[in-house]
């Protein structure tokens, strides 16, 4: 049985999606575990200083803000749909991502359809999944390997980590 140290370097594997160095991965590894281990020690040490509202606001949600926190140059977030579409676009600056297609879909859900199908046709199908909470207005994802989703979502809900296949979820 793996234990929850080598769990959460394989959940920062998967997201940091080869965007990382092996030894940022480790780095990063070890101070999710220790968040996750003893929340309230994090959050006295240095590094967790200014999340300390987060201990009253929602003490388990910790080790995935210090997850956002850690992989933050990988994440998408923003409070418009479109400033979202552009910040996907920069992900992907040789694959054709088109500009944002205001006034095509009727509504929020179609868009991030239409994104799906459009990231899944990306070799080698990609995945924008809902990370986390900004505990606010913005959206906040990041875009994985698709053959990657399932084992993530595994890897979340075992370590309670929130996280959904869908930014409509």
Not at 47 to 53: K, L, N, P
Not at 117 to 123: H, I, R, V
Not at 124 to 136: A, H, K, M, N, R
Not at 148 to 159: A, F, G, Y
């Given at each position: 049985m793996e234990n929850n140290e080598d769990l959460i370097k394989e959940l920062i594997t998967l997201l940091a999606n080869d965007r990382w160095h092996e030894e940022d991965i480790n780095e990063i590894s070890e101070t999710v575990t220790s968040a996750y281990n003893d929340p309230e020690a994090y959050i006295d040490s240095d590094e967790g200083a200014e999340m300390a509202?987060?201990?009253?606001?929602?003490?388990?949600?910790?080790?995935?803000?210090?997850?956002?926190?850690?992989?933050?140059?990988?994440?998408?977030?923003?409070?418009?749909?479109?400033?979202?579409?552009?910040?996907?676009?920069?992900?992907?600056?040789?694959?054709?991502?088109?500009?944002?297609?205001y006034g095509q879909f009727p509504g929020t859900p179609d868009y991030f359809i239409w994104l799906d199908k459009l990231l899944k046709g990306t070799p080698p199908g990609y995945q924008?999944?809902?990370?986390?909470?900004?505990?606010?207005?913005?959206?906040?994802?990041?875009?994985?390997?698709?053959?990657d989703t399932e084992r993530i979502m595994h890897l979340c809900k075992t370590l309670n980590i929130k996280a959904s296949k869908s930014m409509l979820d």
């Amino acid at each position: 049985m793996e234990n929850n140290e080598d769990l959460i370097k394989e959940l920062i594997t998967l997201l940091a999606n080869d965007r990382w160095h092996e030894e940022d991965i480790n780095e990063i590894s070890e101070t999710v575990t220790s968040a996750y281990n003893d929340p309230e020690a994090y959050i006295d040490s240095d590094e967790g200083a200014e999340m300390a509202w987060l201990l009253e606001v929602d003490p388990e949600g910790i080790p995935t803000w210090v997850i956002f926190n850690e992989l933050f140059d990988v994440f998408v977030v923003c409070d418009k749909i479109d400033e979202l579409h552009e910040q996907i676009q920069e992900v992907f600056p040789e694959a054709p991502v088109p500009d944002f297609p205001y006034g095509q879909f009727p509504g929020t859900p179609d868009y991030f359809i239409w994104l799906d199908k459009l990231l899944k046709g990306t070799p080698p199908g990609y995945q924008l999944i809902s990370f986390g909470d900004s505990y606010g207005d913005n959206l906040q994802g990041l875009i994985v390997s698709r053959a990657d989703t399932e084992r993530i979502m595994h890897l979340c809900k075992t370590l309670n980590i929130k996280a959904s296949k869908s930014m409509l979820d």
